[in-house]
């Protein structure tokens, strides 16, 4: 009953430790384990590596870096109502191409002329080359596999302004209206548009040419191959005919995929970089005066570690189907860092137990190691491995595969520090035993007697005075921390000026997640030096006054002969024509053209048979009723009109514009759909937010939780919910004064943040609980001694992981050291400067009076 109590009492109150004391227990007996038998630990993991990493083999066939499947959501409603177009207005490019039809983006190439700065793209020598560009592209394989409409027997113009034969005459410029209407509409064929009152022509800086051709066909595949050759045979050819009335930027149907997954081609030397910063790091910081006691292969293990890691993990889920996304190709990068970091704490744990047990036997000392460090990896490796199997509940499948592949690799990760790198450990501490060097394992000596230089005892003993190494004392970074950094941040006018800069931190993160942008910019998935960014750069500059030519579709047979449903849809017409983004002008409605051609021939609208009969003769020279009806002998399935869209030139106007349309058509009593092929991206905005807020929330309790199980002080985990939610708000917010926008990508590095918050906040606020010093700067003091030095080597290991990233030429990868960048640095600002001084003000509250002097010393195991 007593004993009862006594572990009642240990599992409640200020000392939570009923999980955290039989985990130390379970670790003693895995590093007993481990010591007494380590080869089998380093055998085996090297074995298994080998195994699972011939899953490579299968990589080629898991890449899946479609843009569309991978960056956009995946139940998004533009998916499903681009469905329902294909099912009830299926498309024929051989015979009546149109591509405001189209119910994707098409097979096409485009090209931008843009003529100097005070010319005009219509200017005839500048129109001369325009046309010559034209025949250059025009060839005969192209000929044959043009979209057409059977109406002029000929490829559809690549632009309204050039002749549809090579014998046609170009029209005279000087008589062209803009922006024009139907066939003739030119505000997506000419740019930079200048005109007179009466809205002639006068200049115009840019002219666009698409070439769609046939997509839904046997000649699909030919139409891919043309396609390949023209990106391939383009430039040569450009550069070839020496243009000085314009400048040319091309882009195809196929370049922004192809240009995709070559990004993970320019990120692979990096990686070779980034182990040679990473292991440089870890030996450096492993270095010792002795050449016994030096842990350099001990550095070189760890790192090793780490890659048998992202080997067995990649290679197991490669193994098992899962797809591999080029986002994927940053995860190595971040594992890197982290099992560097692990290492650390292994590391820095084992000498602090040599120290104090010089003279134990190795069992007991890794034993001991096991206790103090693992339960301090075991939370880390657990609130990262959380954060990252949580993210894969997200509607983007890129977000799914990284969080996937990331997250098991961080298992590996922790499974090859338990054993791979504890056995290497055992396996050290025998050959310092041995008193063999570093690195040629040959016995060292340094007995009375030898009269060697004193260059040869500093190689071969460390010491030029011939005696053996002694145990080292406290490592100076440590003494800084203790002497010099806790003091100078406990000042009491310091800490004013601390409260001060958090204040200023947390007004600038706000104002920052107040002016986020969503989305992402597809131009960003191609490299800085590609040819597509020129060509948004025109297309931007020059096209963006009209923006998407939405498609409204009336979804359901209703009875159009009915003068009230004529009236229902064209009240919602005019409601969608109604909103900012939309010019009102250039709506095309096969509806309206039916109603003022039968109104002037006098036919009876509103008698059905007379509605439908009437249908059939007027469309054989009205296309709108052939294309744009589903009908059968008796009704109308589906119809369709289009809407002129304008000034959607952002992020923002994109959501909005889906946003106002979706919900003027829901409330519309006709059921309507607003479609175009661009929406299937602007469906990100709708839950990019919604997704990014609910991965962060539910992975922020479950960081709570294991927290609250772990780690025996409830204080101390308040601390911890404190520096994820202000860790989080400061990466949100400083992202966008570094241009990064909230998309699939950055969401992902939102994610990483939780657990990173963690790694850094836990250990010093728990150290602060647990110090037995009297006053609350003192136990500040002591923390930082502790703790502050491995809280730093962490964080520059993961910044050195990462940071050749920066280096990289595609926004992905940029993106994603921008964002580890934040995370890392408030990270450690919050470690090792605010919550410091934040535990100063709270003196003794949350102080447990129940950890002992061995307790604290628990606590130590970081310090080296």
Known sequence: MEESHRQTERCSGRNTNCVERPLRRLFEGLGSSVAACPWPFVLLPLLLSGALGAGFIFLPQRQANDIEQQFTPTEGPAKADRDFVQQYFPTNDSQRFSATRLPTEGAYAALIAVAPDGHSVLEPAAWDEVLKLNAAVADSDYERLCSRNAAYSACSSPNPLLPRTANATAPAPQNLTYPGSGASFLGTALGGVRTDAGGRVVSARALKLMYYLQEDGPEAAESQRWLERFLQDFPSKLAGMNFTAIQVTYFTSLSRQQEFEGNTKSVIPLFSITYFLTITFSIVSCLRSSCIRNNVWLACCGVLSAGLAVLSSFGLLLFCGVPFVVTVATAPFLILGVGVDDMFIMIAAWEQSSRRKEKSNVKSLLAETYSEAALSVTITTLTDVLAFFIGTWTAFPSVRSFCLYTGTAFVFCYIYTMTFFGAILVLNHKREQGNRHWLTCMPVGGGEGQAESCLYNACCIGNCSGHSSQPESE?????????????????????????????????????????????????????????????????????????????????????????????????????????????????????????????????????????????????????????????????????????????????????????????????????????????????????????????????????????????????????????????????????????????????????????????????????????????????????????????????????????????????????????????????????????????????????????????KFELSYRND
């Open 475 to 855: 490592h100076p970074m440590s003494i800084f921390f203790k002497k010099h950094y806790g003091p100078f941040f406990t000042n009491k006018w310091i800490k004013a000026l601390v409260v001060l800069l958090y204040i200023a931190y947390l007004a600038g993160s706000i104002y920052g997640c107040l002016q986020i942008r969503e989305g992402i910019d597809l131009r960003n998935l191609a490299s800085d030096d590609s040819y597509v960014g020129p060509f948004y750069d025109d297309n931007e500059e020059y096209f963006s006054e009209y923006g998407p030519r939405v498609m409204v579709v009336i979804t359901e047979s209703v009875d159009y002969w009915n003068e009230t449903v004529r009236l229902a849809i064209e009240n919602c017409t005019q409601d969608l024509e109604g909103i900012s983004y939309v010019d009102k002008n250039l709506s095309e409605s096969w509806l309206r053209i039916y109603t003022v051609l039968g109104e002037a021939i006098l036919v009876n609208l509103n008698n059905k048979t007379l509605f439908l009969d009437n249908l059939d003769k007027i469309g054989k020279v009205v296309e709108q009723l052939e294309w744009d009806l589903n009908r059968t002998q008796d009704e109308i399935k589906a119809s369709r009109f289009f809407i002129q869209t304008v000034n959607v030139t952002s992020a923002v106007d994109e959501k909005n514009l889906l946003h106002e349309l979706r919900e003027t058509a829901r409330q519309c009593s006709v059921p309507l759909l607003v479609y175009h092929p661009a929406f299937i991206y602007y469906d990100q905005y709708l839950v990019i937010v919604q997704n990014t807020i609910q991965n962060i929330v539910v992975a922020a309790g479950a960081m709570l939780i294991v927290s609250l199980l772990l780690i025996p002080s409830p204080l101390c985990c308040l601390w911890v919910t404190f520096a994820i939610a202000s860790v989080i708000v400061g990466v949100a917010g400083f992202m966008t004064f570094w241009s990064v926008n909230l998309d699939s990508i950055s969401m992902i590095n939102l994610v990483i943040c939780i657990g990173f918050s963690v790694d850094f906040s836990a250990h010093i606020s728990y150290a602060f609980v647990s110090s037995g010093e009297s006053s609350a700067n003192r136990r500040a003091i002591e923390a930082l001694s502790l703790l502050g030095y491995p809280v730093l080597q962490g964080a520059v290991s993961t910044i050195l992981g990462v940071v050749v990233l920066a280096a990289a030429k595609t926004y992905i990868f940029r993106t994603f050291f921008k964002i580890m960048f934040l995370v890392i640095l408030f990270g450690a600002l919050h470690g090792l400067v605010f919550i410091p001084v934040f535990l100063t003000f709270f003196g003794n509250f949350g102080r447990s009076p129940l950890l002992t002097q061995s307790k």
